[in-house]
């Protein structure tokens, strides 16, 4: 049973977080993600509640976007995590009473279904004494991503549980590894209000790519996991070059030519699309440049309720208890 409802109350036995992600980070797609939180401190993320144990599971859905959920269905992506965790574990759990803060838009490019994901899994393997291994859990949240977005990639999930910028490492045994990071970089994220699925997103892919686009596409990725490694930020960012996804979805994203000029002519770094978009992010080598970025991106979006540009960091953490 699933409902939704304004209550807030800070009643609960154990709260759980797992913060926004940004897939692909422009030069890397399906194999590259990052975890980011606010400089503001704000819980950019989805939060979940275990409020109790009772007979029958329910969910209390709360937060700035629970507009944007489907209303009066059971099919939700806490609730089937729930279920497929017991699947997993092999034995009947324990029914909860669980409230969901969504504080992240959906089919916004910020890994919304993602977040939802990691903080059920994580919540239920911790709450229920760790029965999963860090790789079973991780193997566990793809695919309940794959089922929302149609194919089973780990660039949300991988960073939104694990934390960091994640290099996807394909038929490793170790699925992804975490890249060096600028610390001084910030990263503004900006989501204009307004949604787009990752499903439709993917449908305008190419099917094919030529052998020279697909050695363009590979060398661009070898060039800036290299320069991270060998912390040469000037490389780093110029590396940041979309060869693959950004041709085929400039025509759902038409204003990303011109923001980013304006930007790029002001300094910032690069500006790109946060996963399938239409969320927007720019690179900044300082606060004073993410305030710029911020300050034009927000009064470019203010005119829609949902919009939303948050100053972030790369968060370390990943999915945590609070």
Known sequence: ????????????????????????????????????????????????????????????????????????????????????????????????????????????????????????????????????????????????????????????????????????????????????WFEHWRVVLSYPGTVLSTKAARAVLPQQLSLAHSIAFAGMLSRFVSAMYAKDEADAYCALQDLLAEPARTPLLPELPALRSALMAQGILHLGISGAGPTLFALCRDDAQAQLAADYLSRHYEKNQDATTQICRLSLAGARAL
């Open 1 to 180: 049973m699933q409902h939704y409802s304004d209550v807030t109350s800070a009643n609960y036995l154990k709260r759980y977080y797992a913060p926004a992600s940004t897939g692909n980070f422009s030069v890397g797609f399906d194999l590259l993600g990052a975890a980011f939180e606010p400089l503001s401190g704000e819980l950019f993320g989805d939060v979940l509640d275990i409020i109790g144990e009772q007979a029958e599971l329910s969910l209390d859905i709360v937060g700035r976007y629970v507009h944007q959920l489907p209303q009066h269905t059971d099919d939700n992506l806490v609730l089937s995590c729930f279920y497929a965790f017991e699947q997993k574990v092999g034995r009947t759990l324990p029914r909860l009473a669980l409230r969901l803060h969504k504080n992240l838009p959906v089919g916004s490019g910020l890994g919304s279904s993602a977040c939802s994901i990691v903080v059920a899994c994580y919540a239920f393997n911790d709450y229920f004494g760790q029965p999963l291994s860090p790789s079973e859990l991780l193997q566990l949240m793809a695919v309940a991503e794959g089922g929302v977005s149609g194919s089973v990639h780990y660039d949300n999930v991988a960073p939104s549980y694990l934390g960091g910028l994640q290099l996807m490492l394909p038929q490793s045994t170790a699925v992804c590894r975490s890249l060096p």
